[in-house]
């Protein structure tokens, strides 16, 4: 069940990719074209590529009957935030599912569930997957939160984009943006905003700051004197986050 495919020589992307078991799905090459809003790599934009992926994802269906939709796109992926991800990238990411589940790499039950999803991962993306969790919990500030600080978007851990999204703890891989007066994580750039990975060193004092929030607001005691605690923590990780440099 592996795939072969045709590499243009003038981008390097996939063109015209073929497998031994699935139907034909279109390439990710555009070399011949100007990328516009309805021409993005790796979208299906017209009614035979829409149907190229469909029946691509059908033929990927029949290799794993147990599974239902959902529970084959949401092992597929990892049950992370997929919103952005285009077409040809999830289908990869559901042959590859696939294609391991035949090979024996991963177990999945019957009645696969959330506990089964976690033995199929590795050390690093149980750690992505419970603490980037974690972290979208206490991302957002609720309407009746009165941050004392002014320059937090309605953030309570510094992040651009409308929701948190999954972030490399466990390998220190996170990006971060400047939108022009405001900076944090920021894992899907498609404003253009000038972005740049943080050094290992930073996302150790990011992660540091996370987790003695987490911390405070853990401890037995007066649970709203914990959670002013733990307030004061976020604070001077936004004001931190604010003094770093994108260029």
């Given at each position: 069940m592996s795939a072969e495919y045709n590499l243009c020589p003038k981008c390097g992307g996939i063109k015209d990719p073929v497998t031994t078991a699935?139907?034909?799905?279109?390439?990710?090459?555009?070399c011949t074209s100007t990328p516009k809003h309805d021409d993005i790599p790796g979208r299906?934009?017209?009614?035979?590529?829409?149907?190229?992926?469909i029946e691509h994802l059908y033929a990927l269906w029949l290799h794993a009957p147990e599974l239902r939709l959902?529970?084959?796109?949401y092992n597929a992926t990892g049950g992370r935030d997929i919103f952005y991800l285009e077409d040809?990238?999830?289908?990869?990411?559901?042959?590859?599912?696939?294609?391991?589940?035949?090979?024996?790499?991963?177990?999945?039950?019957?009645?696969?569930?959330?506990?089964?999803?976690?033995r199929t991962l590795s050390k690093e993306e149980l750690i992505n997957e419970l603490y980037n969790k974690r972290v979208a919990e206490w991302a957002d500030f609720d309407d009746d939160d009165n941050p004392p600080d002014s320059n937090h978007r309605g953030k309570r851990i510094?992040?651009?984009g409308w929701f948190w999204r999954h972030a490399d703890f466990a390998d220190r891989r996170i990006s971060i943006g400047d939108t022009g007066g405001y900076i944090g994580v920021m894992e899907n750039n498609k404003w253009g905003y000038r972005e740049?990975?943080?050094t290992?060193?930073?996302?150790?004092?990011?992660?540091?700051?996370?987790?003695?929030?987490?911390?405070?607001?853990?401890?037995?005691?007066?649970?709203?004197?914990?959670?002013?605690n733990a307030e004061r923590v976020f604070a001077e990780l936004r004001q931190w986050f604010q003094a770093l440099e994108v260029k």
């Amino acid at each position: 069940m592996s795939a072969e495919y045709n590499l243009c020589p003038k981008c390097g992307g996939i063109k015209d990719p073929v497998t031994t078991a699935y139907p034909r799905a279109f390439g990710l090459c555009r070399c011949t074209s100007t990328p516009k809003h309805d021409d993005i790599p790796g979208r299906a934009h017209t009614p035979e590529q829409k149907r190229a992926i469909i029946e691509h994802l059908y033929a990927l269906w029949l290799h794993a009957p147990e599974l239902r939709l959902a529970q084959l796109v949401y092992n597929a992926t990892g049950g992370r935030d997929i919103f952005y991800l285009e077409d040809e990238a999830l289908l990869g990411e559901i042959t590859g599912f696939v294609d391991r589940l035949h090979q024996g790499a991963n177990e999945v039950k019957e009645k696969p569930g959330y506990l089964a999803h976690l033995r199929t991962l590795s050390k690093e993306e149980l750690i992505n997957e419970l603490y980037n969790k974690r972290v979208a919990e206490w991302a957002d500030f609720d309407d009746d939160d009165n941050p004392p600080d002014s320059n937090h978007r309605g953030k309570r851990i510094p992040y651009i984009g409308w929701f948190w999204r999954h972030a490399d703890f466990a390998d220190r891989r996170i990006s971060i943006g400047d939108t022009g007066g405001y900076i944090g994580v920021m894992e899907n750039n498609k404003w253009g905003y000038r972005e740049r990975l943080m050094t290992p060193e930073e996302v150790d004092t990011f992660t540091g700051y996370l987790d003695r929030a987490f911390a405070e607001n853990s401890k037995s005691g007066d649970k709203a004197q914990l959670r002013a605690n733990a307030e004061r923590v976020f604070a001077e990780l936004r004001q931190w986050f604010q003094a770093l440099e994108v260029k």
